[in-house]
């Protein structure tokens, strides 16, 4: 079992409660540094296991990239959350100013 995978992953959790689009940027890298680890495990001859089963190189690789495609949609999620937050700033009135 490789603890530091779990740690990157809880870290990112955190990162992505204080902001969501640094989270998504964390859940980028994470992705691709497991991507580099397993490919350079499975090029070393070892294997990758999950819950004691033995994942395949073709199966691993397709994870990795459904894996990236999670982390793009959080990523446009984190956007488009800033955008609308961008927006109703601009459409709420200032302070002390009248409004007509």
């Known amino acids: 079992m490789n603890y530091a995978i779990f740690l990157a992953i809880f870290a990112q959790s955190l990162i992505a409660k204080t902001n969501r689009m640094a989270g998504a940027i964390?859940?980028?890298?994470?992705?691709?540094g497991v991507l580099v680890w397993g490919i350079s495990a499975y090029a070393d001859g070892s294997a990758i296991t999950f819950l004691t089963i033995r994942v395949s190189k073709t199966l691993f690789i397709i994870a990795c990239l459904v894996w990236f495609l999670i982390d793009t949609g959080e990523f446009l999620q984190a956007r488009e959350m800033q955008r609308l937050a961008a927006a109703s700033s601009l459409e709420k009135p200032s302070?002390?100013?009248e409004v007509e």
């Open 26 to 32: 964390a859940g980028y890298a994470i992705t691709a």
């Open 95 to 97: 302070v002390g100013k």
